[in-house]
């Protein structure tokens, strides 16, 4: 199981928003081992004065947050976040420098969905890739 959320300024995040939730997708797919089935993307457009972000970086500037039941190993999470930066910029064109990824991991027992806990639920792909 995983949730993402992306942050961006409104008039960048809009103009790429499901390019962008394909790519993230297709990362997901490929470095998680997820079904084609399985997406949860909500996207944050934020008004240019509520994105407050560093130095050296374009209204570009894109957050992607990820959170997902923990078990994964530290070089899939890694493989992830490369495949992200990569494609991404190969694809949307948001460079590296403007791409900030973060993964939170949670325990099974912390998540529910289909009325059950999720450390109760049969889940059609692996956890612990």
């Known amino acids: 199981m995983s949730q993402i959320k992306v942050f961006g300024i409104k008039e960048n995040l809009n103009a790429v928003k499901q390019p962008l939730s394909d790519v993230i997708h297709e990362c997901i797919v ?15 457009p934020l008004e ?42 190969e694809k949307i064109g948001i460079t590296h420098q403007d791409i900030e990824i973060c993964i939170y991991e949670s325990p099974a027992c912390n998540w529910g969905f289909r009325g059950m806990h999720g450390d109760e639920v049969t889940l059609n792909y692996n956890i612990n890739v």
């Open 48 to 89: 240019k004065e509520n994105m407050i972000y560093p130095s050296g970086r374009t209204d570009a500037y894109t957050i992607i947050e990820i959170t997902m039941i923990e078990g994964r190993e530290t070089e899939t999470k890694k493989k992830l976040i490369r495949l992200l930066f990569d494609r991404i910029q």
């Open 30 to 44: 490929e470095a998680l081992k997820f079904p084609q089935d399985k997406r949860a993307h909500r996207f944050f």
